[in-house]
């Protein structure tokens, strides 16, 4: 059995973006409001945190702000988006405190844009129905991870209670109990990627915020990093994984690489067009059509991501988009803007409109189609971000709060990062303190942080060395090219999971993705270096991200109903009852689906179950079955 380094936290956060980071400031400030010992918080991140997803997002963060809004609006707007699928309490929750984590940021030194009064600026984003979304130019995600990261930097000292594991790739949690009434966190197995060795770090309480996994799609806004890893964990340790169904499609893609146009160049005034030169969406339901320039609140260019990417289908279907080699595209028009204005509010939408598709938006429209975006759903939490597992988190994409519902609405996900994240961190570490390590006075901090085998449950150590056994022995074995199996993945998922879905085509995908995990039961891995081993790395996420994509495959064949981003053309009607799907696995490794109403199941108490029989499925079989 592979020897383990071993180390000891307080917490863990794993994933170091927008949540991860928020949760582990989270940590040190109650670490320097009280006079008590430090905790240890251990930021544990596969790349350096400011190469994380969260520097991509590029539009702003949404907090209630000035006399013509108010916190029951945003909360109106949001459950509107979300189709009758959010959590009223974790709306709440957000909207209530988001505000609150913008202003923190702006006295961390995030350089919001400013009105010409020195006021922050607000700009209109889809499906809002006022102006409440905070932005930095359109690199909001760029100046909010780095103010976090700036800001972790105080508490990272050498005794400071933030202790970085960058490049750390967390192979899986270590659980007692998993699945089973009694489950809790015991720490996570850890790969040190500079020092080629397996690392325990043993803690009572772990948060998740490893982002979504809309990468696993062919084409995708998402960095080749958002993999689905903390899904994939949480689904192993009996937490069951909620809405996975609903795939946001973002509306203003680059054909063929997916790179995201922010939404805020909607919001500034831009309009799409068909291959006539036409504006299209009015005769798809987004009418009335609205003056050029002057956008108007949830109406044309402003509607829910959902209603414009539908409209584009149809549209596509219907010979109104432009042919090209990645499939129809319709224009982005930005030039009404001017080349001042768009300097100064979307100078980064100018520098990929013309450095991936050659086209300056202030002279020529850029082609744009829809492009895999935001996973709605994830880790089943309640609104602060606890788990049914004891002493497991999640927090950020990866996890499902009951914020976004069926479909998000744009620049609520930042404000979630912050906001859960936050709330995550904080009840970690009221949990570590309660709960305490095993076996052990004085926590973490007492015990040095950095000790050996012997610090912690003999028990705990050897199933960590079973798990990292497991995955070292990947090495230098198998027959079935990784690559292979990775892009047939996001070529059926593009093909059967995308906009529109029906049985016939979620049934191909389902086979598919069965037969893709069977091969990558002799994935190949040639490279056997211990050191910085990306073919190895690679290929253990590409595990975590076939097991999300069968989740997500077999909650969409099951949910037989058109809701939010879910649009299934067989079953185009909404279902009277609004339902949540929850994804399990069961003891022999078999997807399970269940159906739960909205509200019933968000208490997240140890061993609370659906109250609905689970189906098993498979692609022979099917739904129902």
Same mark, same amino acid.
């Given at each position: 059995?592979?020897?383990?380094?071993?180390?000891?936290?307080?917490?863990?956060?794993?994933?170091?973006?927008?949540?991860?980071?928020?949760?582990?400031?989270?940590?040190?400030?109650?670490?320097?409001?009280?006079?008590?010992?430090?905790?240890?918080?251990?930021?544990?991140?596969?790349?350096?945190?400011?190469?994380?997803?969260?520097?991509?997002?590029?539009?702003?963060?949404?907090?209630?702000?000035?006399?013509?809004?108010?916190?029951?609006?945003?909360?109106?707007?949001?459950?509107?988006?979300?189709?009758?699928?959010?959590?009223?309490?974790?709306?709440?929750?957000?909207?209530?405190?988001?505000?609150?984590?913008?202003?923190?940021?702006?006295?961390?030194?995030?350089?919001?844009?400013?009105?010409?009064?020195?006021?922050?600026?607000?700009?209109?984003?889809?499906?809002?129905?006022?102006?409440?979304?905070?932005?930095?130019?359109?690199?909001?995600?760029?100046?909010?991870?780095?103010?976090?990261?700036?800001?972790?930097?105080?508490?990272?000292?050498?005794?400071?209670?933030?202790?970085?594991?960058?490049?750390?790739?967390?192979?899986?949690?270590?659980?007692?109990?998993?699945?089973?009434?009694?489950?809790?966190?015991?720490?996570?197995?850890?790969?040190?990627?500079?020092?080629?060795?397996?690392?325990?770090?043993?803690?009572?309480?772990?948060?998740?915020?490893?982002?979504?996994?809309?990468?696993?799609?062919?084409?995708?806004?998402?960095?080749?990093?958002?993999?689905?890893?903390?899904?994939?964990?949480?689904?192993?340790?009996?937490?069951?994984?909620?809405?996975?169904?609903?795939?946001?499609?973002?509306?203003?893609?680059?054909?063929?690489?997916?790179?995201?146009?922010?939404?805020?160049?909607?919001?500034?005034?831009?309009?799409?067009?068909?291959?006539?030169?036409?504006?299209?969406?009015?005769?798809?339901?987004?009418?009335?059509?609205?003056?050029?320039?002057?956008?108007?609140?949830?109406?044309?260019?402003?509607?829910?991501?959902?209603?414009?990417?539908?409209?584009?289908?149809?549209?596509?279907?219907?010979?109104?988009?432009?042919?090209?080699?990645?499939?129809?595209?319709?224009?982005?028009?930005?030039?009404?803007?001017?080349?001042? =204005?768009? !300097?100064?509010?979307?100078?980064?939408?100018? *520098?990929? /409109?013309?450095?991936? #598709? &050659? $086209?300056? +938006? %202030?002279?020529?429209?850029?082609?744009?189609?829809?492009?895999?975006?935001?996973?709605?759903?994830?880790?089943?939490?309640?609104?602060?971000?606890?788990?049914?597992?004891?002493?497991?988190?999640?927090?950020?994409?990866?996890?499902?709060?009951?914020?976004?519902?069926?479909?998000?609405?744009?620049?609520?996900?930042?404000?979630?990062?912050?906001?859960?994240?936050?709330?995550?961190?904080?009840?970690?570490?009221?949990?570590? =303190?309660? !709960?305490?390590?095993?076996?052990?006075?004085? *926590?973490? /901090?007492?015990?040095? #942080? &950095? $000790?050996? +085998? %012997?610090?912690?449950?003999?028990?705990?150590?050897?199933?960590?060395?079973?798990?990292?056994?497991?995955?070292?022995?990947?090495?230098?074995?198998?027959?079935?090219?990784?690559?292979?199996?990775?892009?047939?993945?996001?070529?059926?998922?593009?093909?059967?999971?995308?906009?529109?879905?029906?049985?016939?085509?979620?049934?191909?995908?389902?086979?598919?993705?069965?037969?893709?995990?069977?091969?990558?039961?002799?994935?190949?891995?040639?490279?056997?270096?211990?050191?910085?081993?990306?073919?190895? /790395?690679?290929?253990?996420?590409?595990?975590?991200?076939?097991?999300?994509?069968?989740?997500?495959?077999?909650?969409?064949?099951?949910?037989?109903?058109?809701?939010?981003?879910?649009?299934?053309?067989?079953?185009?009607?909404?279902?009277?009852?609004?339902?949540?799907?929850?994804?399990?696995?069961?003891?022999?490794?078999?997807?399970?689906?269940?159906?739960?109403?909205?509200?019933?199941?968000?208490?997240?108490?140890?061993?609370?179950?659906?109250?609905?029989?689970?189906?098993?499925?498979?692609?022979?079989?099917?739904?129902?079955?």
């Amino acid at each position: 059995m592979t020897a383990l380094r071993v180390e000891r936290a307080d917490v863990v956060v794993v994933g170091g973006g927008g949540a991860g980071l928020s949760a582990a400031l989270a940590v040190a400030e109650a670490a320097a409001r009280e006079d008590r010992r430090v905790p240890v918080v251990a930021l544990v991140s596969k790349v350096y945190p400011m190469r994380s997803h969260t520097v991509a997002a590029e539009g702003g963060a949404a907090g209630v702000v000035g006399d013509d809004d108010s916190l029951e609006q945003h909360v109106a707007d949001t459950l509107a988006g979300g189709a009758g699928l959010c959590e009223d309490d974790a709306v709440r929750f957000v909207v209530e405190r988001a505000a609150g984590e913008l202003y923190r940021l702006e006295r961390w030194g995030l350089p919001w844009s400013r009105t010409d009064d020195g006021d922050v600026a607000v700009r209109r984003f889809g499906g809002m129905s006022r102006a409440r979304t905070w932005f930095a130019a359109d690199k909001t995600g760029f100046h909010l991870l780095h103010t976090l990261f700036q800001t972790s930097l105080r508490y990272s000292g050498v005794d400071g209670p933030v202790r970085r594991y960058d490049e750390h790739h967390v192979l899986d949690l270590v659980v007692d109990d998993a699945g089973g009434p009694d489950a809790r966190v015991r720490g996570v197995v850890v790969h040190d990627q500079h020092r080629g060795e397996p690392l325990l770090i043993e803690a009572p309480a772990v948060v998740l915020a490893t982002g979504g996994s809309a990468r696993a799609w062919g084409t995708s806004t998402n960095a080749g990093i958002c993999t689905g890893d903390g899904t994939a964990m949480a689904l192993r340790a009996g937490v069951p994984l909620r809405d996975m169904e609903f795939l946001q499609f973002h509306p203003t893609g680059l054909p063929g690489s997916g790179i995201l146009l922010t939404e805020a160049a909607r919001g500034e005034g831009g309009v799409l067009l068909d291959a006539d030169g036409r504006r299209y969406l009015a005769d798809y339901g987004l009418g009335p059509e609205t003056p050029v320039g002057a956008p108007v609140p949830r109406t044309m260019e402003l509607g829910p991501r959902d209603r414009l990417s539908q409209a584009f289908w149809h549209a596509d279907r219907d010979g109104r988009t432009i042919p090209t080699p990645d499939g129809g595209v319709v224009l982005l028009d930005l030039r009404h803007l001017g080349k001042e =204005r768009l !300097a100064e509010r979307l100078p980064l939408v100018t *520098g990929l /409109a013309k450095q991936f #598709a &050659g $086209v300056d +938006p %202030a002279t020529e429209p850029v082609p744009v189609r829809p492009t895999a975006h935001y996973t709605m759903g994830g880790i089943r939490t309640d609104a602060r971000g606890a788990t049914g597992v004891a002493g497991l988190f999640a927090a950020g994409e990866c996890a499902s709060t009951g914020l976004h519902g069926a479909n998000r609405l744009g620049s609520n996900s930042l404000v979630e990062t912050l906001v859960v994240g936050r709330a995550a961190g904080e009840a970690a570490l009221a949990w570590s =303190r309660a !709960a305490g390590h095993p076996g052990a006075d004085g *926590g973490a /901090a007492g015990a040095g #942080a &950095g $000790v050996g +085998p %012997a610090s912690a449950d003999g028990e705990v150590v050897d199933r960590a060395a079973e798990i990292a056994d497991r995955y070292l022995a990947m090495r230098g074995r198998g027959t079935e090219p990784p690559a292979a199996i990775r892009a047939e993945l996001g070529r059926v998922l593009d093909a059967d999971a995308g906009i529109y879905r029906d049985a016939d085509g979620l049934r191909r995908a389902l086979a598919t993705v069965e037969d893709l995990r069977a091969r990558y039961a002799d994935v190949r891995v040639a490279d056997t270096n211990p050191v910085l081993n990306t073919d190895w /790395a690679t290929t253990v996420e590409l595990g975590a991200t076939l097991l999300v994509a069968h989740a997500t495959v077999a909650a969409a064949l099951a949910r037989e109903e058109s809701r939010g981003a879910h649009q299934r053309l067989d079953f185009p009607d909404v279902d009277d009852v609004p339902r949540h799907s929850e994804v399990r696995l069961d003891a022999g490794g078999t997807i399970e689906v269940a159906h739960v109403p909205v509200g019933a199941e968000h208490d997240m108490r140890v061993g609370k179950r659906p109250i609905t029989t689970p189906m098993s499925f498979s692609a022979e079989r099917g739904a129902g079955s």
